[in-house]
């Protein structure tokens, strides 16, 4: 592989990429990336107290985030790049109105063969069997306890019935994958682990463990409610001895299986960052900025790019420039350039 020299268009640093006979998005420690996660908005009707101040945020006007044109254009844009896999998130991505189109635009796409969703579930019911129709092959629900009073201290709002209903109307429609996502808290929710696990009992669903980020402005990770993945997984052999390993996705640390249960359950490093080096994963702000990493701070801006007139070379090359810049993993990222105190819905979760 012959290396060049490319002058950065967008940014007063030059960088070295490499330049292949095959297209496709990498990075200089040897990872490629074929997943595209994509922040659609950044409101949500929940105030997780891990991700937002009770009283909200600040949230950039509509016309400072990308239409539904401009996102089918950069899926359309990375899927020539070798991306075949999209996620939407927010936010609460079910918040935006156009969302059933994203999907079926993303589709549409002639490479693109897995179109995912990471929703607290709360709308759920009324747009699932759109979404899946329109091509959705997976979906993530957000529930980090199935304890009503607990749903709402962690939420600051009383809607844990509309979420399980979400994710019922999932199951009921026949949405592919189904996950449910439960960040895992030390002396909160650290006692429900067995009854999240019997939720793959009779369903093939995947629960996931996710460890806590340090994603919010009151810092509660410091607080003493920070549940180590390798802490988590200990604890899930503890409860399940005969608990079997399974396959599972690259971020997916470690998965299991309980013999005689249908589902899976996985414990995800978030902040270990144990996973750093199988990331695969590139992300896109709600305002059309790159991120090639989740804990670093600098962004590529592809709106800027397409309401300035670029082309889809262009945007191609910020996204072989942003991603090629990755930091070797996320400690590298945080130490560098990480502002701890910023939202996960400003991030894109």
């Known amino acids: 592989m ?12 030059s960088v070295t990429h490499p330049v292949t006979q095959d297209p496709g998005i990498t990075d200089q420690h040897g990872r490629s990336f074929n997943y595209l996660r994509i922040a659609v908005n950044e409101k949500c009707n929940l105030r997780c107290i891990y991700c937002m101040p009770e009283k909200g945020i600040f949230f950039e006007p509509q016309d400072k985030l990308l239409t539904r044109k401009e996102v089918i254009r950069v899926i359309q844009v990375v899927a020539k790049l070798g991306v075949n896999k999209i996620r939407f998130t927010g936010g609460e991505p079910l918040l935006r109105k156009d969302l059933v189109e994203l999907v079926s635009g993303a589709a549409e796409t002639p490479g693109i063969d897995s179109i995912n969703l990471t929703t607290n579930g709360i709308l759920l019911a009324n747009s699932a069997k759109s979404l899946k129709d329109g091509g959705l092959t997976g979906v993530n629900v ?18 844990i019935d509309k979420a399980c209903i979400g994710l019922e109307a999932a199951k009921g429609v026949g949405i592919p994958s189904i996950k449910v996502n439960v960040v895992a808290l030390r002396g909160f929710n650290d006692h429900e682990l067995s009854s999240f696990v019997q939720l793959t009992k009779d369903y093939p669903l995947t629960v996931r463990f996710i460890e806590l980020m340090p994603f919010d402005a009151q810092q509660i990770w410091k607080t003493g409610k920070f549940f180590r993945a390798e802490n988590i997984k200990a604890e899930l052999i503890k409860l399940f001895p005969e608990i ?10 470690t998965t299991f299986n309980v013999p005689g249960y249908k589902g899976k359950v996985a414990v995800i490093p978030s902040y270990s960052r144990d996973l750093c080096g199988a990331c695969n994963r590139i992300r896109l702000t709600a305002t059309g900025q790159i991120r090639n990493c989740l804990y670093a701070k600098n962004n590529f801006s592809v709106r800027d790019t397409i309401r300035s007139g670029g082309s889809d070379k262009d945007i191609a090359g910020l996204f072989l420039q942003a991603m090629w810049q990755k930091p070797i993993d996320g400690w590298v990222a945080q130490e560098t350039a990480n502002n701890p105190t910023q939202s996960m819905t400003k991030i894109g979760g």
């Open 2 to 13: 012959r290396m060049e020299k490319v002058e950065q268009k967008y940014t007063n640093r």
């Open 142 to 159: 957000s529930i980090d306890t199935l304890e009503k009073e607990k749903y709402t201290e962690i939420t600051r709002r009383d809607y």
């Open 244 to 253: 079997k390993t399974a396959s599972g996705s690259a971020t997916e640390f």
